[in-house]
Nanobody, 117 residues
Framework: QVQLLESGGGLVQAGGSLRLSCAAS????????MAWYRQAPGKEREMVAR???????NYADAVKGRFTISRDNAKATVALQMNNLRPDDTAVYYC???????????WGQGTQVTVSS
């Protein structure tokens, strides 16, 4: 059974930092591209950052230079370091695993990030 478990969300003031973590189980992380998405109230879910294996990354324009995605296949974890947070970063953040071969993908349950002004 595949499970993605996000952690690290919380309440932070504007300009602060948070580090999100996604712990994967039931799959071999090296066989998946990993990504973080977010969904703010009343808005569609959007991609924030993506990392392939072995490690090519791309970011949404809104977070470039502030967020960094990384992965540790041995520990089966993916992290999102978020610096200089802004109120418009407030959202539920989701971890997604997409198989490099085949149509499989999996979502985590999400973790709330709230940035106060």
């Amino acid at each position: 059974q595949v499970q993605l478990l996000e952690s690290g969300g919380g309440l932070v003031q504007a300009g602060g930092s948070l580090r999100l973590s996604c712990a994967a189980s039931g799959l071999r992380l090296s066989m998946y591209d990993m990504a973080w998405y977010r969904q703010a109230p009343g808005k569609e879910r959007e991609m924030v950052a993506r990392i392939s294996n072995p490690g090519a990354t791309n970011y949404a324009d809104a977070v470039k230079g502030r967020f960094t995605i990384s992965r540790d296949n041995a520990k089966a974890t993916v992290a999102l370091q978020m610096n200089n947070l802004r109120p418009d970063d407030t959202a539920v953040y989701y971890c997604k695993a997409t198989a490099r071969m085949g149509p499989r993908y999996y979502w985590g349950q999400g973790t709330q990030v709230t940035v106060s002004s």
